[in-house]
Nanobody, 120 residues
Framework: QVQLVESGGGSVQAGGSLRLSCAASGYTLSKNCVAWFRQAPGKERERVASMRLGGMPFYVDSVKGRFTISQDNAKNTFYLQMNTLKPEDTAMYYC??????????????WGQGTQVTVSS
């Protein structure tokens, strides 16, 4: 059974940093696409970042240069480092994983979500 367990959310002032973690069990990170999504109240869920085997990471334009997706295969954990946070980054953040090496439109596994709140 695949499980993704997130941690690292919280409240921070604008300009601050947070690192989200997503620990996977029953799933091999190194072989498949993983991603981070977020959803703010009243807005649609959006893919923030994703990475796949052998490819360049994807970032939504609003986070380019501020967020970095990475993974530690030894720990079977992937991360979202978020720097220079802005109030508009406030959302529930979800990690997600696919059963494919490429990043599909729909992901197969999801974490429980972690709240990120950025105050001005």
């Amino acid at each position: 059974q695949v499980q993704l367990v997130e941690s690292g959310g919280g409240s921070v002032q604008a300009g601050g940093s947070l690192r989200l973690s997503c620990a996977a069990s029953g799933y091999t990170l190194s072989k498949n696409c993983v991603a981070w999504f977020r959803q703010a109240p009243g807005k649609e869920r959006e893919r923030v970042a994703s990475m796949r085997l052998g490819g360049m990471p994807f970032y939504v334009d609003s986070v380019k240069g501020r967020f970095t997706i990475s993974q530690d295969n030894a720990k079977n954990t992937f991360y979202l480092q978020m720097n220079t946070l802005k109030p508009e980054d406030t959302a529930m953040y979800y990690c997600a994983a696919a059963r494919t090496w490429y990043c599909p439109p729909e992901y197969d596994y999801w974490g429980q979500g972690t709240q990120v709140t950025v105050s001005s």
